[in-house]
Every structure is written in structure tokens, then in C-alpha cells.
């Protein structure tokens, strides 16, 4: 296989040393998993809302209160068909009253990079 990478160059690779991702998209519903820094975020909902190639990552609504996280791929796992009713009444036990991290990156107009 031929492989275009990030910074645009090619690359040939052995069938066998590729793993096959599904293909997020603005309006997939994900989960964020495998956070470090901002562990508190593993587990949560949202749904994509663009990619942005500079940074690599994509803009991610979090269910149940709308702030936006910038999240690598990786850190993200699509949940095909939206939140269950329980994952959204676990979203929505989260939101009220959420204190800041300090390792949560705001910017001025919410979003955070992760």
C-alpha cells in the first residue's frame, strides 16, 4: 500500500503493518479514552465537530455541557449509533457544577487542546 502521511510525504507499507481505523467524521459520537493529563475526561461523550489539520486533531463537543476539547484521534473511539439513554444520564450526573482541572488548557472561547 502507498500511505500518505500527515506532513504529506509517501510512504510504501506492508499490508500487514497497517490497522484499519474507522474514519471519524463531523457528527460521529465518540468516546475520549486514554487521556493522561486530563484522565477526568476518559469515559466522556461528545460528538466531532471538525478536524483541523495544523493541530492534527479533532474539535470534540462534550455531551451534556457543550464545551469543546481538542482530542487526537487516538484518544478517540466512535460510538456507533449516539449515547445510550445511560450514558446520557451519566453525562448529564457529570455536568452540573464542573470545576476546572488544572491541567485543562481553556482558551478564551472554551476550547481546550488535549
Known sequence: WIVQL????QKSIKPENLEIRAS??????????????SAE??????????????????LVCLHG?????SVRSENLEECRGGPTNAERAQTAERSPGRS???????????????
Open 6 to 9: 500527515v506532513n504529506g510525504s
Open 24 to 37: 471519524l467524521r463531523p457528527g460521529a459520537h465518540v468516546r475520549i479514552r486514554g487521556l493522561l493529563g
Open 41 to 58: 475526561l476518559n469515559g466522556r461523550l461528545g460528538t466531532c465537530v471538525e478536524w483541523n489539520d495544523e493541530a492534527c486533531r479533532w
Open 65 to 69: 455541557q457543550g464545551s469543546l476539547k
Open 100 to 114: 476546572r482541572s488544572p491541567h485543562d488548557s481553556s482558551t478564551a472561547d472554551g476550547m481546550s487542546t488535549l
